[in-house]
């Protein structure tokens, strides 16, 4: 992407983040389907297909993006490959890293336990980069009762750590129209969430939350880290 290019997409963004404030979920995927055409990719870790369920009805064939990372509870593969059945046009993009689990073990150890910042980096960060410079626009289903440091989440917003327009259309959902959608709709759901996994990552670094603490809470329990580096 040439600079003129990349400036000319922060400009958009930062005109969409104005329009689209209070724009409803349908709302903000229907302006970036028209907008980006094939351009966009929606990122799903398979906790639940709501946002695959959404933008599909904005464009039934989109890219889904979906990190590999090999360290994945076995229901979160069961849940990806249950949403490649049930939405037949969409594309399902598994990012991974260059190396492979063992690998990456035979050479660093067991990052996700003494560097779970740096795992997720060669694990997350650089296959989410890597595969998002292909294209404009991605779309993800950070909310913004998620957790403290998504407070602020903005619809639509300039990602400037990977060079394109981030679209977040349900970013002021609360936990009660999320759960009532997916009641409502039938939509998908990692059968994990059910047992009281209500964010999921990798096996290795996933936890139930502790009752009165954020969704989370539960991502890295006791390492001071709330981030995978992803969306900050």
Request: aromatic share 8%; proline share 5%; glycine share 8%.
């Amino acid at each position: 992407m040439t600079v003129t290019a990349a400036e000319d997409l922060k400009a958009l963004a930062e005109r969409a983040g104005r329009e689209l404030a209070g724009a409803s979920a349908q709302e903000a995927l229907d302006w970036t389907a028209r907008t980006f055409g094939d351009r966009f990719i929606v990122a799903s870790n398979m906790q639940d297909a709501v946002l695959v369920h959404l933008a599909h009805q904005a464009k039934p064939d989109i890219d889904v993006l979906f990190l590999e990372t090999g360290y994945h509870f076995a229901e979160t593969i069961g849940t990806r490959d249950a949403v490649a059945t049930v939405y037949p046009e969409v594309r399902i993009v598994n990012a991974q890293a260059e190396q492979s689990v063992a690998d990456q073990e035979a050479q660093f150890g067991l990052l996700n336990q003494t560097d779970p910042n740096q795992c997720c980096f060669l694990r997350k960060v650089v296959p989410l980069r890597d595969t998002l410079a292909r294209y404009d626009a991605w779309v993800t289903g950070v909310r913004r009762v998620d957790a403290p440091t998504r407070a602020n989440t903005p619809v639509v917003q300039w990602d400037d750590r990977n060079g394109l327009v981030k679209v977040n259309p349900i970013a002021a959902w609360t936990d009660d129209e999320f759960n009532g959608f997916i009641a409502e709709h039938g939509i998908l759901e990692n059968p994990l969430v059910g047992e009281g996994y209500l964010s999921i990552g990798c096996a290795p670094c996933t936890a139930k939350p502790l009752p009165g603490q954020d969704a989370r809470s539960g991502r890295w329990a006791g390492q001071g880290k709330t981030e995978c580096g992803l969306h900050g």
